[in-house]
């Protein structure tokens, strides 16, 4: 049979791959762009502007910003520790959760299904779940203000359970609770291994979620020592955007507040830095992405 | 008792999941009350006690909302943004999705799909930072094309003209990738069979396209378009909020019900009216979910959510 009735002709494949091509840089190109910027000398930027090659290259945008690490290395620390304790939570609950629900003898499970289910399909909003934080959990201004509101996630906890109920048989559970092993053991050594593939997507997920979450920083967090890397970001922004909203009325003072000024290449060195992690590992990861966005949107 | 004892095993499991839930989830429910109560935090009472003493006010937390005068503009933008991005960027997504399927080089349709699933990996703040690049008056990219072609420059930060399109672009911008993957890999579990047997009777690639592959592809674009509209009154804060910088210029087309939420939070003595928005969001919210479900259902049972 002729192969190519199944596929586009060659013209066709040419002019796809490259629209597709094109699409695909535009993906990228603002990141490019940023790094550009953050390896330009602050002269060849006021004299040309910003180009994707650097008309002068120069490190010293870097090495200004680890020479002043304290405050970057301390956003570092925070967003780590609120990204490894976050998500070692996300999975207990997700697993346990999910497992359980997958229990077909638990004699609650579609008590607990419709409890999870609801918080699904409907949200008490910002304004009630500020006031819980701030008035009765009093964790505002602490890392748990960040930890704690990403931790219940219904989708993953759905999805852990169509993990268990179509890739564990019920036979494994059953042999070992009549060889006498108690629930908190079959979960332990038996199930919590065979979890790997749905762990390491969701812990992927919830990794990123974290990583990247700045707004509960904005709602919460006060104190400079707690800011995380995103959060980080939002106030070099905010305070840049002050200054130059503020430059006119400051009169006399304006053209020290320009000079005070973050400069455009320090800021864009200081986000290149932010994600560069997420950047270089990405790709290495994605799979694991694709196969729960997919798991995801199957119920 | 029984019952307990039975299934101790399982609900011990259960429990820190459950307390968690709890507290994340259900203890902000009450709160919602907070949308028609004047509430007055007093030193000596809890938050839910407080709560409850604080004189019930009706609608007037409502009334209020209605009453100001950007509300109309705000439920405009909400509902405009989100409808324009859910119905380009499904549009956007399938496209792609079955254009990058064609693709005959299998490395090369790898690194696309990899390039395009980078926004997805970065926070809007970050991409915030990265648009400086083009949007800058002075030095950026847009301005530069802008004089080589010696047109005005444009200051994009204080010029509304342009935003709304800004923002629907950049909307799809960060979702295609991740948008595409979930059509792609959709797709890609589809029988190969159905195809064979269409060229077998003679049908073209675009005919395959047309009569197989987009009808499979529909229950996949019903689920995800229920959960779109069910967060039609919600917006993704960083999108209107970091990128445009915030800018006051900028309001009148960047302005959401979740920045209004926000701002009346953050802003003393309007957390009734904070309250009240919130609530609106909640409701509507959920109403939504429910009333797209249930119409999803009478047509096509298999397509529905739940």
């Known amino acids: 049979m002729n192969k190519s009735i199944y596929s586009i002709s060659k013209p066709a494949n040419v002019v796809i791959t490259a629209i597709m091509g094109i699409i695909g840089f535009a993906c990228v190109f603002p990141?490019?762009?940023?790094?550009?910027?953050?390896?330009?000398?602050?002269?060849?930027?006021?004299?040309?502007?910003?180009?994707?090659?650097?008309?002068?290259?120069?490190?010293?945008?870097?090495?200004?910003?680890?020479?002043?690490?304290?405050?970057?290395?301390?956003a570092y620390g925070n967003?780590?520790?609120?990204?490894?304790?976050?998500?070692?939570?996300?999975?207990?609950?997700?697993?346990?959760?999910?497992?359980?629900?997958?229990?077909?003898?638990f004699k609650w499970r579609n008590s607990l299904s419709m409890f999870i289910f609801i918080t699904m399909l409907f949200n008490a909003g910002m304004t009630a779940n500020y006031m819980i934080m701030t008035q009765v959990l009093h964790l505002n201004d602490t890392l748990w203000a960040l930890i704690l509101p990403l931790t219940v996630n219904p989708f993953w906890i759905f999805i852990a359970r169509t993990y268990f109920m179509t890739s564990i048989p019920d036979s494994i559970v059953e042999s070992a609770t009549i060889d006498g092993a108690s629930e908190l053991t079959i979960f332990g050594k038996m199930i919590l291994p065979l979890s790997l593939p749905v762990a390491a997507t969701i812990g992927l997920f919830s990794t990123l979620t974290y990583w990247n979450d700045w707004f509960n920083a904005k709602l919460y967090i006060d104190s400079s020592s707690l800011d995380t890397l995103q959060y980080?970001?939002?106030?070099?922004?905010?305070?840049?955007?002050?200054?130059?909203?503020?430059?006119?009325?400051?009169?006399?003072?304006?053209v020290e507040v320009v000079s005070q000024l973050p400069d455009q290449t320090l800021m864009m060195a200081t986000m290149v830095i932010a994600t560069l992690p997420l950047a270089l590992a990405y790709p290495f990861f994605q799979r694991y992405f694709v196969s729960g966005l997919t798991v995801g949107a199957v119920k | 008792m029984k019952d307990i004892k039975k299934n101790s095993g399982l609900l011990?499991?259960?429990?820190?999941?459950?307390?968690?839930?709890?507290?994340?989830?259900?203890l902000a429910y009450p709160g919602l009350?907070?949308?028609?109560?004047?509430?007055?935090?007093?030193?000596?009472?809890?938050?839910?006690?407080?709560?409850?003493?604080?004189p019930w006010i009706g609608f007037d937390n409502f009334r209020f909302l209605i009453m100001n005068p950007d509300i109309g503009l705000i439920l405009r933008n909400t509902l405009g943004y989100n409808i324009s991005l859910i119905i380009i960027g499904t549009i956007t997504a399938v496209t792609a999705a079955i254009a990058i399927n064609e693709i005959l080089h299998l490395?090369?349709?790898?690194?696309?799909?990899?390039?395009m699933f980078f926004p997805f990996f970065m926070s809007w703040v970050s991409v915030s930072y990265m648009m400086v690049g083009f949007f800058d008056s002075d030095y950026g990219l847009l301005n530069q094309a802008l004089s080589f072609f010696n047109l005005q420059p444009i200051e994009w930060y204080n010029d509304p003209t342009w935003w709304?399109?800004?923002?629907?672009?950049?909307?799809?911008?960060?979702?295609?990738?991740?948008?595409?993957?979930?059509?792609?890999?959709?797709?890609?579990?589809?029988?190969?069979?159905?195809?064979?047997?269409?060229?077998?009777?003679?049908?073209?690639?675009?005919?395959?396209?047309?009569?197989?592959?987009?009808p499979l592809l529909k229950p996949m674009v019903i689920i995800l378009t229920i959960l779109g509209i069910g967060g039609i009154m919600y917006s993704d804060f960083g999108l209107f909020y970091q990128l445009p910088k915030n800018s006051a210029a900028l309001y009148n087309v960047t302005q959401t019900l979740d920045i209004f939420v926000y701002n009346?939070?953050?802003?003393?003595?309007?957390l009734g009216l904070s309250a009240a928005a919130s609530f609106f969001q909640s409701i509507v919210g959920f109403s939504l979910v429910i009333g797209t479900n249930f119409i999803v259902r009478r047509i096509d049972r298999d397509s529905a959510l739940f």
């Open chain 1, 31 to 74: 990141y490019l762009l940023a790094v550009s910027i953050s390896f330009t000398s602050e002269a060849s930027l006021k004299a040309q502007g910003f180009s994707l090659i650097p008309k002068e290259f120069t490190t010293e945008t870097y090495q200004f910003l680890f020479m002043n690490w304290q405050k970057l290395l301390q």
């Open chain 1, 79 to 105: 967003t780590i520790l609120v990204t490894l304790l976050g998500t070692a939570i996300v999975l207990f609950i997700t697993l346990t959760l999910g497992y359980v629900l997958s229990r077909k003898t």
């Open chain 1, 232 to 254: 980080f970001l939002v106030r070099i922004e905010e305070s840049a955007q002050y200054l130059t909203n503020n430059a006119a009325t400051l009169g006399a003072y304006a």
């Open chain 2, 12 to 26: 011990l499991l259960a429990v820190p999941g459950i307390i968690i839930t709890i507290l994340m989830k259900y």
């Open chain 2, 33 to 54: 009350l907070l949308a028609f109560k004047d509430y007055q935090a007093s030193i000596d009472q809890g938050f839910f006690a407080a709560l409850w003493s604080s």
């Open chain 2, 107 to 115: 490395r090369t349709k790898k690194t696309i799909q990899t390039l």
């Open chain 2, 164 to 214: 709304p399109l800004i923002i629907i672009i950049m909307g799809t911008w960060k979702g295609l990738g991740y948008n595409s993957v979930i059509y792609l890999s959709t797709i890609q579990g589809f029988d190969k069979s159905y195809y064979e047997a269409a060229s077998i009777d003679g049908a073209s690639k675009w005919q395959q396209i047309k009569y197989i592959t987009v």
């Open chain 2, 264 to 270: 009346a939070l953050k802003i003393p003595n309007s």
